[in-house]
């Protein structure tokens, strides 16, 4: 069955520096997000990325935030400055369309000291 | 705006009886509604998904979930819980284009 892969699985980062999270969508699929949990709380959406560009973001995206899809498969999340409340499990995913569900990633969990 | 509440933060079942994860919903229209289980250091995993065909729907292992309009709900059931499905649970709701998740429900299992 295809997956989304996501790497690192961990990362630990200290703050100020610039982090890049990777994934590789489900090859057929158009439609790309960024999500993320920090412990004990909801899975909050980041992002969603169709058709080379950002589609829709959330408050949260911040300038301190970036996708970019840089050669038709690798998807990637950068965290231009970390702060310690970006400390959370960062997970990507992607859809074939609206209705067909996504696919989720592993994860990358994220710890900003 | 679209929303997904669960209506139990733990819920404890022995091995064998059934399952019952509650989750009420708020849409201004017919709503896509999907339950994704989480297991420890996992990723995601799409348990079932509804969009507006059949009000019962049959997911993965067992699980299964009931479309109620009149009461607004989507709860999760398995007749007979396993010890392979302790993790957490979460009920959500598609808002436009994105996925708008409830607080989850974390499952255990006694033997």
């Known amino acids: 069955e295809p997956e989304v892969t996501q790497t690192p699985s961990h990362q630990v980062t200290q703050m100020g520096q610039e982090v890049i999270l990777r994934c590789v969508p489900i090859s057929n699929h158009l439609y790309f997000y960024w999500y993320r949990q920090i412990l004990g709380q909801k899975v909050e959406f980041l992002v969603s990325f169709y058709n080379n560009e950002i589609s829709e973001k959330s408050e949260i995206f911040d300038d301190q935030f970036s996708v970019e899809r840089p050669d038709g498969s690798n998807f990637t999340l950068k965290i231009r400055s970390t702060k310690l409340e970006d400390s959370a499990m960062y997970f990507c995913a992607s859809s074939g369309g609206y209705n067909y569900g996504y696919t989720f990633g592993s994860g990358t969990r994220l710890t900003v000291v | 705006a679209q929303s997904v509440t669960q209506l139990d933060s733990h819920v404890s079942v022995s091995e064998g009886t059934p399952v019952l994860l509650r989750c009420n919903y708020s849409?201004?229209?017919?709503?896509?509604l999907f339950w994704y289980v989480q297991h420890p250091n996992k990723g995601l995993q799409l348990l079932l998904k509804y969009t507006s065909a059949a009000t019962l729907v049959k997911g993965i292992n067992g699980f299964e979930a009931e479309f109620k309009k009149s009461e607004t709900s989507f709860h999760l059931t398995k007749p007979s819980a396993h010890m392979s499905d302790a993790a957490e649970y979460f009920c959500v709701v598609m808002g436009g284009n994105k996925l708008v998740f409830g607080a989850g429900t974390i499952l255990r299992v006694k033997s």
């Open positions: 849409s201004s229209y017919s709503p896509s």
